[in-house]
T-cell receptor, first 116, second 114 residues
Framework: AQSVTQLDSQVPVFEEAPVELRCNYS??????LFWYVQYPNQGLQLLLK??????LVKGINGFEAEFNKSQTSFHLRKPSVHISDTAEYFC??????????????FGKGTHLIIQP | ETGVTQTPRHLVMGMTNKKSLKCEQH?????MYWYKQSAKKPLELMFV???????ENNSVPSRFSPECPNSSHLFLHLHTLQPEDSALYLC?????????????FGSGTRLTVV
């Protein structure tokens, strides 16, 4: 079965500074990769996804992520954060063969805290 | 508006009560899911329905009973819950079971068991 590790449970960053949220995954077969964001008292919203092709993918709200197959990583980055980016961020994977028994598998999440 | 609507948004119930959570999607998706989100734990996949057929039940206690009457509606029936069942319950849908387009989530139902 696949698994996802988000190494940081909490990341404090000053406003307008760059940020990187780390994600590593484990799977014996190919996967699709996703980043979701959850604002307080809301559900999860898709930020971006990697299916195939270019390893650098761009998403909404100025976020981007880079797929690194050799390091089994899919780190999320933003060059300049805003107060409104304060939220919980989840990395997720799904088998590219059709979902599998586990469906979309999530990491534990990283709480991004933007400090003024 | 995410396209996936969950009701109620908040629910407080006693351990002997029976209640139901409702999820509705108008995206034309064929697969629907229930996830449990507890503090300090990863999201846990509870049930999967594909074309109205339940395909996965990840060892969820029988006090949780799902129902999918059609491709647009999904219910989670609750009875004799325990305090540790208090959590945010999220419904999601996807185009197909493959999910490569991502899942669309509802805003969740915050359940408190007293």
């Amino acid at each position: 079965a696949q698994s996802v590790t988000q190494l940081d449970s909490q990341v404090p960053v000053f406003e307008e500074a760059p940020v990187e949220l780390r994600c590593n995954y484990s799977s014996s077969v190919s996967v699709y990769l996703f980043w979701y964001v959850q604002y307080p008292n809301q559900g999860l919203q898709l930020l971006l996804k990697y299916l195939s092709g270019s390893t650098l993918v761009k998403g909404i709200n100025g976020f981007e992520a880079e797929f690194n197959k050799s390091q089994t990583s899919f780190h999320l980055r933003k060059p300049s954060v805003h107060i409104s980016d304060t939220a919980e961020y989840f990395c997720a994977v799904i088998l590219d063969s059709g979902g599998g028994a586990d469906g979309l598998t999530f990491g534990k999440g990283t709480h991004l805290i933007i400090q003024p | 508006e995410t396209g996936v609507t969950q009701t109620p948004r908040h629910l407080v119930m006693g351990m002997t009560n029976k209640k139901s959570l409702k999820c509705e999607q108008h995206l034309g998706h064929n697969a629907m899911y229930w996830y449990k989100q507890s503090a300090k734990k990863p999201l846990e996949l509870m049930f999967v329905y594909n074309f109205k057929e339940q395909t996965e039940n990840n060892s969820v206690p029988s006090r949780f009973s799902p129902e999918c009457p059609n491709s647009s509606h999904l219910f989670l029936h609750l009875h004799t819950l325990q305090p540790e069942d208090s959590a945010l319950y999220l419904c999601a849908s996807s185009q197909e079971r493959q999910g490569q387009f991502g899942y669309t989530f509802g805003s969740g139902t915050r359940l408190t068991v007293v």
